[in-house]
């Protein structure tokens, strides 16, 4: 049981009902489980994705990237990481924070082009 639920806990876990007790050891199980499942199955997906990257197009041999020309995308990976931020923090994608996000995005933008167009015009 202090393998299952720690020293700290031992002393609470040994006072419950011993039914309980194999319970709380196979949800233990289970989560511990379904954790090395998710690190195992990121880990198939980033490899398989050569670490998120995409090849787009073989033109430019050079390597170095130009409007229009090849390049590496990493929009497979971050879809994937946005999906388990998701998962983990549900509470950053209600529909309210998300239009909170997008205004206060605006806002930075619309800063921005405020501050290019006074220091065009001064």
């Known amino acids: 049981m202090i393998r299952v639920f720690g020293v700290a806990a031992y002393p609470h876990v040994m006072q419950m009902p011993p039914r309980l007790?194999?319970?709380?050891?196979?949800?233990?199980?289970?989560r511990?489980?379904?954790a090395r499942l998710n690190a195992l199955d990121d880990a198939s997906t980033a490899a398989g994705l050569k670490l998120g990257q995409r090849y787009v197009?073989?033109?430019?041999?050079?390597g170095?990237?130009?409007?229009g020309d090849p390049y590496y995308s990493l929009?497979?990976?971050?879809a994937h990481l946005r999906t388990i931020?998701?998962?983990?923090?549900?509470?950053?994608?209600?529909?309210a924070a998300i239009r909170t996000r997008r205004e206060l995005e605006e806002e930075r933008r619309w800063q921005q082009v405020e501050k290019?167009?006074?220091g065009m015009q001064a």
């Open 116 to 118: 290019t167009l006074g």
């Open 21 to 30: 007790i194999s319970r709380a050891a196979e949800i233990h199980a289970e």
């Open 75 to 78: 929009d497979p990976f971050n």
């Open 32 to 34: 511990e489980a379904e």
């Open 64 to 67: 170095q990237a130009k409007k």
């Open 85 to 95: 931020e998701k998962r983990a923090r549900p509470w950053l994608y209600t529909p």
């Open 57 to 62: 197009d073989p033109k430019n041999p050079s």
